[in-house]
């Protein structure tokens, strides 16, 4: 049965109904704007979003979701190709894999992968022909039988020196397209691996000047239509090439951009930004694809006609049914809205999340946004919707908290003139400050506030990590009041980075190239007389970091600090009488095992990104190359470490994590998007108010652990028969035990009713439950 379950997880599609996920189980945040190409077979449609597979069955209406998680082999899709012969679809990735989808299995041929061919191996476009599959790709074309799902043959137009952006066929001749030139060759010809046996097509110019470039190029009733694109704004062109030469479709350069060409019925397609047009024979369009329902323009990657609609793979809102200004449907799934985040926050059941970056010590000019996802939705406040954002300087989130005494309450840091933002999400952006209206300072010589952590504290005051300035250290109180606070003047003018308050009300900030600095604000904010500062270094007496460049501070229950730098972590295990102590005896330490006779520093020299602590009192380690490694509390034990290697995971470059504590679920942002993982850990619920069990009755087929949440802390947990007999123990992380259904011996238990028995270790109360095992 484990084996029949295990395949059916993986040929299955997940449909996106599905709630949470369970215990150790993964899910990839697909984010469900940016379409990137669609096809059908008629009845189905088959939508390409930038980590994930949209399937939608047009007449029952239901949409199901494949990723790399559930059967999609890789992740970076690129383009789409469908095969009528064999009903499949063929999905292109941006690192060369293939795969196709037939009769709802996925088959991977990584043809390309495994040859190991240095460059762009991106796959551009997917062109059906005579009952084969040609892929366009950075290294040339790869031609591959749908049937033996087995690669026949690869083309090498100009030696492999450009990227083979789209391919044609006319009569016997197959064209391929370059950002400078047209290639020709004969189908007939079973030397065409052999760049020799390509010629140039001289009817259209080689480009050389860089003023111009090729794009893709379509067959319509057998001819050939280009398309090239100007590389300043407003001149790009569409033209039909001719026995002789060429010429304008429209006798008219376009004043927008054109995304590229497709056809439908043989018709002409040209997307572009913000239209697509339909042209007939005549070189006139009859369909104009835009707007959408009075509202937004379309911004149509490809469009295609079933069941007398037509579907646009719009850039911006996802799948589209088009019906001009006469309501429009948006089909879309649950995620966010986009794939790029920089931080996350998490409280009471609500994650906050924010795209954005800077490139260096200066803005990257990343549109503003703040997501949450909350019951299992994702909500998402973005700059052209919100009034106090639309028309303004403002973009680049880098940090975002909730507020703990009021969860619809988000602030957000920015690097531009806008330096924070408050989000209410029941009326979204509420209030914005810059330095006209708060104790922001800018960027010296610059109009632009660098806020690179907020912070609210139990009592819903947020704490300001305000960069680049003399005072870096802002407070805006919950009476909506600001102050500007002294942290001492190794601060002053450096790039700020991560911040975090422990349980005494400490701060402990961290700076370009300085360590960490912490800050006791004393009994009152607003005297400075008491106020104690402190700086951690590299220094030998002065901190003994790993390295002055600090990445990650996180607290744990013990109010230890945990330092994570891009030369491994250390722990400050005496916080409280840090600001006290003379030199040398508040230094970090490292922490060290004896591995063979040698002592050797736990994690090394592996670069941080952050660390997280989960409600057992473990510490999560998001890395720059080696994934997400978990430790036990104390940091002496390796409890996992998830790579590309050996997990879901999409990426082994971690961005940043938050937990949600509730549940335990992981939330883990890479370079390429968001990944979650369900782990074995919680908060506890002091009141155990609403234990959970689950699943229960655990069936036959299911072969995860059963599952105990919502108890008390470090709780011994027993599992005994209903006559008393001790089959199975352990101790919770957290508020979170788990079961895997085997006795203290490791075999399966039997059919049957089994108590549950819990007890903490540190207080008082307990907890008795059941569960139904049925094998």
């Known amino acids: 049965m484990k084996i029949l379950v295990l395949i059916l997880l993986i040929l299955c599609p997940i449909f996106s109904g599905i709630s949470q996920i369970g215990m150790g189980q993964w899910r990839l945040h697909v984010p469900n704007k940016k379409a990137l190409d669609i096809v059908s077979d008629g009845d189905v449609l088959f939508t390409a979003f930038e980590t994930g597979l949209m399937e939608y069955d047009i007449s029952a209406k239901e949409i199901s979701m494949w990723d790399n998680i559930n059967g999609l082999s890789d992740i970076n899709l690129s383009c789409l190709g469908y095969d009528p012969n064999t009903k499949s679809v063929f999905i292109g990735y941006k690192n060369g894999n293939i795969d196709q989808l037939q009769a709802n299995r996925i088959t991977n041929i990584p043809a390309i992968i495994l040859?190991?061919?240095?460059?762009?191996?991106?796959?551009?476009?997917?062109?059906?022909?005579?009952?084969?599959?040609?892929?366009?790709?950075?290294?040339?074309?790869?031609?591959?039988?749908?049937?033996?799902?087995?690669?026949?043959?690869?083309?090498?137009?100009?030696?492999?020196?450009?990227?083979?952006?789209d391919i044609a066929f006319t009569g016997d001749s197959i064209f391929a397209i370059t950002k400078t030139t047209l290639y020709k060759g004969k189908t007939s010809n079973p030397a065409l691996a052999d760049p020799a046996q390509w010629s140039i097509d001289n009817r259209v110019p080689v480009l050389s000047s860089g003023t111009y470039e090729y794009g893709d190029i379509e067959t319509i009733n057998n001819e050939l239509f280009l398309q090239r694109n100007a590389t300043v704004y407003g001149g790009d062109t569409v033209f039909k090439v001719l026995q002789t030469g060429?010429?304008?479709?429209?006798?008219?350069?376009?004043?927008?951009?054109?995304?590229?060409?497709?056809q439908i019925n043989n018709q002409l397609?040209?997307?572009?930004?913000?239209?697509?047009?339909?042209y007939n024979a005549n070189y006139t369009y009859n369909i104009v694809f835009s707007p959408y329902n009075y509202g937004p323009y379309s911004n149509p990657n490809n469009v295609v006609l079933a069941q007398n609609d037509y579907w646009?793979?719009?850039?911006?809102?996802?799948?589209?049914?088009?019906?001009?200004?006469?309501?429009?449907?948006?089909?879309?799934?649950?995620?966010?809205?986009?794939?790029?985040?920089?931080?996350?926050?998490?409280?009471?059941?609500?994650?906050?999340?924010?795209?954005?970056?800077?490139?260096?010590?200066?803005?990257?000019?990343?549109?503003?946004?703040?997501?949450?996802?909350?019951d299992e939705k994702w909500v998402s406040f973005n700059r052209d919707e919100e009034a106090l954002w639309t028309g303004q300087l403002i973009h680049d989130n880098l940090s975002v908290s909730i507020n703990p005494t009021d969860e619809n309450q988000i602030a957000t840091g920015h690097y531009s003139r806008f330096g924070v933002s408050i989000i209410d999400k029941n009326n979204g952006v509420v209030d914005t400050f810059t330095v006209n209206n708060s104790e922001l300072d800018p960027r010296p010589s610059t109009n632009y506030c660098h806020v690179s952590d907020v912070k609210y504290d139990p009592e819903g005051n947020l704490w300001v990590l305000n960069g680049f300035t003399t005072n870096p250290l802002k407070l805006y109180t919950k009476e909506?009041?600001?102050?500007?606070?002294?942290?001492?003047?190794?601060?002053?003018?450096?790039?700020?980075?991560?911040?975090?308050?422990?349980?005494?009300?400490?701060?402990?900030?961290?700076?370009?190239?300085?360590?960490?600095?912490?800050?006791?604000?004393?009994?009152?904010?607003?005297d400075i007389s008491d106020d104690k500062r402190i700086n951690?270094?590299?220094?030998?007496?002065?901190?003994?970091?790993?390295?002055?460049?600090?990445?990650?501070?996180?607290?744990?229950?013990?109010?230890?600090?945990?330092?994570?730098?891009?030369?491994?972590?250390?722990?400050?295990?005496n916080s409280d009488n840090a600001f006290e102590g003379g030199a040398g005896s508040y230094n970090a330490q490292r922490i060290k095992l004896d591995f063979e006779g040698n002592v050797e520093y736990v994690l090394g020299h592996t670069s941080i990104t952050d660390i997280e602590v989960d409600g057992g009192n473990r510490k999560w380690f998001g890395t720059t190359n080696a994934g997400v490694i978990l430790l036990s509390p104390d940091g002496l034990e390796i409890i996992k470490q998830f790579t590309t290697e050996n997990s879901p995971?999409?990426?082994?470059?971690?961005?940043?994590?938050?937990?949600?504590?509730?549940?335990?679920?992981?939330?883990?942002?890479?370079?390429?998007?968001?990944?979650?993982?369900?782990?074995?850990?919680?908060?506890?619920?002091?009141?155990?108010?609403?234990?959970?069990?689950?699943?229960?009755?655990?069936?036959?087929?299911?072969?995860?652990?059963?599952?105990?949440?919502?108890?008390?802390?470090?709780?011994?947990?027993?599992?005994?028969?209903v006559a008393g007999n001790l089959v199975y123990k352990t101790t919770s992380?957290?508020?979170?035990?788990?079961?895997?259904?085997?006795?203290?011996?490791?075999?399966?238990?039997?059919?049957?009713?089994?108590?549950?028995?819990?007890?903490?270790?540190?207080?008082?109360?307990?907890?008795?439950?059941?569960?139904?095992?049925?094998?």
């Open 649 to 721: 995971i999409i990426s082994d470059n971690i961005i940043d994590i938050e937990i949600d504590q509730q549940t335990g679920e992981v939330y883990i942002v890479t370079d390429k998007g968001m990944v979650s993982y369900r782990s074995d850990a919680s908060y506890e619920d002091p009141e155990m108010a609403d234990v959970q069990v689950f699943p229960n009755p655990a069936r036959p087929e299911f072969d995860g652990p059963i599952t105990i949440q919502g108890i008390r802390f470090d709780s011994d947990v027993r599992i005994t028969d």
């Open 536 to 573: 951690l270094n590299s220094g030998a007496n002065t901190g003994a970091l790993p390295s002055n460049n600090v990445t990650a501070i996180a607290v744990d229950f013990d109010n230890e600090i945990w330092i994570g730098t891009d030369n491994g972590f250390a722990v400050l295990y």
């Open 312 to 374: 646009i793979a719009d850039n911006e809102l996802g799948l589209v049914k088009y019906k001009h200004q006469e309501g429009s449907q948006f089909i879309t799934f649950e995620g966010p809205p986009r794939n790029e985040f920089i931080a996350l926050d998490w409280n009471k059941g609500v994650l906050a999340a924010v795209p954005g970056g800077i490139d260096g010590m200066v803005p990257a000019f990343t549109p503003p946004g703040v997501y949450y996802f909350e």
């Open 246 to 262: 060429f010429e304008l479709v429209t006798n008219t350069t376009f004043d927008i951009e054109i995304v590229n060409l497709g």
């Open 115 to 165: 040859a190991s061919i240095p460059g762009d191996n991106s796959i551009y476009k997917i062109v059906h022909h005579n009952g084969f599959m040609y892929f366009a790709t950075g290294v040339g074309i790869v031609k591959i039988d749908p049937d033996k799902k087995e690669v026949k043959d690869s083309y090498y137009p100009g030696s492999g020196e450009e990227a083979i952006l």
């Open 480 to 526: 909506h009041e600001w102050y500007e606070l002294e942290i001492g003047n190794v601060a002053s003018n450096k790039q700020s980075y991560k911040m975090a308050i422990d349980y005494s009300n400490n701060l402990w900030m961290s700076f370009n190239n300085i360590g960490m600095v912490g800050y006791n604000p004393g009994s009152s904010i607003t």
């Open 269 to 278: 397609l040209v997307n572009c930004t913000g239209v697509g047009f339909l």
């Open 733 to 775: 992380n957290g508020g979170t035990a788990t079961w895997n259904g085997k006795t203290l011996q490791g075999e399966k238990v039997a059919s049957g009713v089994y108590l549950i028995w819990t007890s903490p270790n540190q207080t008082k109360g307990r907890f008795v439950g059941k569960v139904v095992v049925a094998n």
